[in-house]
């Protein structure tokens, strides 16, 4: 079986390629024929949040990564779909996460099945992005009905999905794997001496990108209930702001929290994943909306305690009780389940539970369900 991937990849930094890049790892185990190309141009820069879109990690090793796709250029689309329909994948597979891809990919999917033997599958992180413009209404049903079929990482987007496919075309929820290539569980010690935190302290973490619909407003709110401090616990924050950090830091000044919030302002580099997850006791997400978290599997996979809000996808893949809280998004909820926490020492409880629950989210549900795609 031949196999090729379109979508964001390495060199390019954040979730989505780093899964891109795990997936081809998964499908090279299992003897596919795999590569992936990627963009030679992702985003303009002016339409770029953050400081750059590219990793210092090293690059995966087993499978040909080519930088090829320019996502604004027309001809180039043509000219790549082209390249690709002349090795006649059986699969193509066009990691979509957000409508600006649209017409990208699918005009890329309609050249490429002139063969008339390759089918073309969305893998779908996000449908419909978090922050909604005029551009999500207009574009995906593009995309969509130039895919043959569909998987889903949560089943919210698998009804997103359908609401925009008027023909029924295959589509199924295959949940988001672990994030298992940052490293393995550690000594607690090491991983708060090597960032340099107070061993005194108990931490929990609010990570990846920031941006306001992942509701750190909210747990800052949170951290501010006064049951909380008779705990030696801090919150910390690491991921570099796409929105402007000065109400977050009005906010720490006005609850006077400055002494229980750390916060890292930067990207995490791969290498470095290992150690904020290492340290602290719980992750929080207290999104305000949602499909699927990769943060999630990152916890699963150092098998962390997880506080979600029932947002999207969030709620479906952690069972509230056993790996941790399953919350309403706002900060009285939030802060009654960090309280609970700490006061009946749940941290061992849910690291079993996060232990068992790991198990049922392996990579290789996701390539046996795009196999059958075909």
């Excluded at 081809?24 to 596919?32: L, M, R």
């Excluded at 190309?37 to 990690?57: A, E, I, N, R, W």
Aim: proline share 6%; charged share 25%; aromatic share 12%.
């Amino acid at each position: 079986m031949k196999i090729i991937i379109v979508g964001t990849s390495h060199p390019y930094r954040g979730g989505i390629a780093a899964f891109t890049d795990r997936l081809a790892t998964e499908f090279v185990k299992e003897d596919v024929d795999i590569e992936v190309v990627t963009f030679k141009l992702q985003y303009p820069s002016f339409l770029f949040p953050g400081k750059t879109q590219y990793s210092d990690s090293k690059a995966p090793e087993g499978f040909p990564i080519s930088r090829k796709v320019n996502s604004i250029n027309p001809l180039n689309w043509i000219k790549v779909g082209k390249e690709i329909r002349k090795k006649n994948p059986d699969i193509v597979i066009f990691t979509y996460w957000m409508s600006f891809f649209a017409p990208c990919f699918g005009k890329m999917a309609r050249v490429i099945k002139r063969n008339r033997h390759t089918r073309c599958i969305g893998l779908i992180h996000n449908m419909i992005p978090h922050e909604k413009s005029l551009l999500d209404k207009l574009l995906p049903p593009y995309f969509v009905k130039a895919m043959d079929g569909f998987v889903a990482l949560s089943k919210s987007v698998l009804n997103e999905i359908a609401s925009l496919d008027r023909h029924n075309k295959p589509r199924v929820f295959t949940p988001h794997p672990l994030y298992d290539h940052f490293g393995e569980i550690m000594d607690r010690a090491e991983a708060v001496k090597h960032l340099n935190l107070d061993p005194n302290y108990r931490y929990f973490l609010f990570f990846g990108l920031v941006r306001a619909y992942k509701g750190l407003d909210l747990l800052i709110d949170a951290f501010a209930d006064e049951r909380l401090r008779k705990y030696p616990m801090k919150l910390l924050v690491a991921g570099e702001f796409y929105d402007d950090p000065k109400p977050y830091l009005e906010q720490i000044k006005k609850h006077d929290l400055k002494d229980f919030i750390i916060i890292e302002n930067q990207y995490i580099n791969d290498d470095d994943v290992k150690y904020y997850f290492n340290s602290s006791e719980m992750v929080v997400q207290p999104y305000k909306s949602a499909t699927q978290s990769g943060v999630t599997q990152i916890a699963y996979h150092f098998e962390k305690p997880m506080l979600v809000t029932n947002v999207g996808g969030l709620g479906e893949i952690i069972p509230n009780g056993k790996v941790g809280y399953v919350v309403e998004p706002n900060p009285s909820a939030i802060a009654d389940a960090l309280v609970d926490f700490c006061e009946n020492d749940r941290y061992n409880m849910f690291e079993e539970g996060a232990r068992d629950e790991k198990k049922k989210y392996q990579w290789s549900n996701m390539t046996a369900a795009i196999k059958k795609m075909l």
